[in-house]
């Protein structure tokens, strides 16, 4: 299907229940997901996703990973309420991979930072780029909630 | 190292070496790297590195990959000519993504395309987004060189 793909040129339209069945999973039945904020293009996360996952974003409109160290759905923000509102959704040219365009609210980081990518490597040092917006422990009480 | 990260504020330095070392590489020593042009934000593809590519990338500005279906360097560009030059490199929370800001010269897909994310889902469709700027055959001569 993705093979085929490559050949069509834009607008071209296919049933997405065909093209989601082929999506490449991995060995444990997960697939990457890149979520990007949709207006500022910032990068603020990726996570995985199973095909339940994938389906109730797609369903429902608001972002759902599979969190690999709970081994269940991870509907963003069910606990610290910063949630994602999905705005468009992208496969990749093989079709292992999800680009997420979401509306990110506050955080997307459970340390309080907007994106998870703040950690630079800055010739031969590591800089810290962002302190966070929102403490943790307020969105999260003491529970440690990622992942 | 990551979870003593979070705490660290803006600014905050570390040798670069003793962070790098705390990558959490996967059962098969890699670790997914997303490429962003730097200046537009758009997301043209995701790949993976292991030790090695991650250090080349570092150690050249341009970016080398791992090729999970060749079991090798993917020096991107090197058939294609459409080369990635590194403007900064970042590391997510848990230290298990990279994201790559680049100066993507031409397409980042093999198809020809700028971008690799050019299925979108939309509703009860897939539609494709994108036509490519260049022929595949022009950047690769009848040779699939793709990851």
Chains 1, 2 share one sequence.
């Not at 949630?83 to 992208?90: F, G, P, R, T």
Request: overall charge negative; aromatic content about 6%.
């Amino acid at each position: 299907m993705f093979k085929t793909l490559e050949k069509a040129s834009r607008s071209t339209r296919r049933p997405a229940a065909e093209v989601l069945e082929k999506l490449k999973l991995n060995s444990d039945g997960l697939i990457p997901a890149i979520a990007q904020q949709f207006d500022s293009g910032e990068v603020l996360m990726m996570a995985w996703m199973n095909r339940e996952a994938l389906d109730e974003t797609l369903r429902t409109g608001r972002v759902c990973y599979y969190s690999r160290s709970r081994q269940a759905l991870w509907r963003k923000g069910e606990q610290s309420g910063q949630v994602q509102q999905l705005q468009s959704l992208h496969l990749d040219c093989d079709g292992d991979t999800i680009l997420l365009k979401v509306d990110q609210t506050g955080p997307a980081c459970h340390t309080g930072r907007r994106s998870c990518f703040y950690v630079q490597i800055d010739n031969d040092e590591a800089v810290i780029t962002s302190d966070p917006e929102i403490a943790p422990e307020t969105l999260y009480g003491h529970k440690d909630d990622t992942k």
